[in-house]
């Protein structure tokens, strides 16, 4: 299930929520090792082909955390947002993959191995473009939420901060982690347009190009939402390492 298929890391970004100034946030340890390479032994032990890591800011603290894994580096170029980072990724893909695995450096430390195969599973069963994995949680303050119509077919996704009321009762979130088709993600990324306020082009993005166009988007929500950890201030990071250290649920948050 996983041949022809490449997993590619998100870990350029800058970390100036948790202050990272020296060091990339996604080598922050948990549990005595750098989270990064939590998401990179998972791969492995997936089976998946090919792993890229994207890397920018505080690069060879990334490199550091990850020696020796079997790992090809990207380095995102200037402009900004994960939908370039992801671009400068797609690069280094061998071009006998076709199926991408996307992830975040620092939310998905606690991925199990099983869970790269549900997703795989599920986006192959519906012949989707792109497949986005959501869980549900009980609180999703400052998460997107995923909009699902009457016959739970996706609508899009709705961050918070331009949500309505109603759609931030919403317990779906979008965990960040995508399955794409290669043929479709290299079409489609460069759609993504710049965001006004920040300046920066987002992946999540991706889901209203794809839509306009009638491409195949689908959800496929996990049952369990304690695989998801984001980790972007101090107070969540300290919660993580009590998580990994202790194997305690904390509220994806």
């Known amino acids: 299930m996983t041949r022809n298929v490449a997993a590619v890391i998100l870990a350029a ?6 202050k990272a100034r020296r060091k990339n946030k996604v080598a922050y340890k948990l549990a005595g090792k750098p ?4 998401t990179a032994e998972t791969l492995e032990r997936a089976g998946i082909e090919e792993i890229v890591v994207v890397v920018k800011f505080a690069e060879k603290s990334v490199r550091d955390a990850l020696k020796g894994e079997r790992i090809i580096y990207a380095r995102q170029k200037d402009k900004k947002g994960t939908a ?7 690069e280094a893909v061998s071009s006998s993959i076709e199926q991408i695995l996307v992830m975040y450096g620092d939310d998905s430390a606690f991925y199990p191995a099983e869970l790269f195969q549900f997703i795989l599973t599920d986006h192959r069963k519906h012949e989707s473009d792109v497949t986005l994995l959501s869980i549900k949680v009980p609180n999703p303050i400052g998460l997107g939420r995923i909009l699902r119509g009457g016959s739970g077919k996706v609508m899009g996704i709705v961050e918070e901060k331009v949500a309505t009321d109603a759609q931030k009762e919403i317990k779906e979130i979008n965990t960040g982690c995508y399955c794409f088709r290669r043929d479709f993600i290299e079409k489609r990324i460069g759609e993504i347009k710049i965001n006004p306020i920040s300046q920066e ?5 991706i889901v209203e190009v794809a839509l306009s166009h009638g491409d195949k988007v689908h959800v496929c929500l996990y049952p369990d939402s304690s695989i998801w950890h984001g980790i972007n201030d101090r107070s969540q990071w300290a919660k993580a390492i009590r998580k990994k250290k202790f194997g305690k649920k904390e509220d994806a948050s």
Do not use: F, K, Q
């Open 35 to 38: 989270m990064i390479r939590y």
């Open 84 to 90: 370039p980072a992801l671009e400068s990724g797609l």
């Open 201 to 205: 082009y987002y992946l999540t993005d």
């Open 13 to 18: 970004g800058e970390g100036t929520r948790i």
